[in-house]
């Protein structure tokens, strides 16, 4: 089970083009992905990673892992979505952006 969009990442969705319910799975699907492969546990770990930006045009999806003790800030993850069928698919390699 997901928590709920927050407000950053509602706006990104309204801004998305296309099916809005694929693109909110794709959110959704991305921030599993990252709380997995940071090794966070589920189900409280999932309001802390958060998604922070969307790569126009692909289905690269931008997620921070928020409340970190990171001076800089939290950098984000790169998730790769797609849709496969019926499915849509999340992953990471762990890459994080540039902050």
Do not use: K, Q, Y
């Not at 706006?11 to 809005?20: E, K, P, Q, V, Y």
């Not at 997620?63 to 993850?77: F, N, T, Y």
């Amino acid at each position: 089970m997901s928590s709920p969009l927050d407000a950053e990442e509602e706006h990104l969705l309204a801004a998305f083009r296309g099916d809005s319910a694929e693109a909110s799975l794709r959110l959704h699907c991305a921030r599993r992905a990252v709380a997995r492969a940071a090794g966070l546990p589920e189900p409280a770990a999932l309001e802390a990673v958060r998604v922070r930006g969307i790569v126009g045009g692909t289905g690269t999806v931008l997620v921070a892992i928020l409340g970190r003790d990171d001076a800089a800030g939290p950098e984000p993850w790169r998730v790769e979505t797609a849709r496969d069928g019926n499915l849509i698919v999340a992953w990471t390699l762990g890459d994080r952006e540039a902050s």
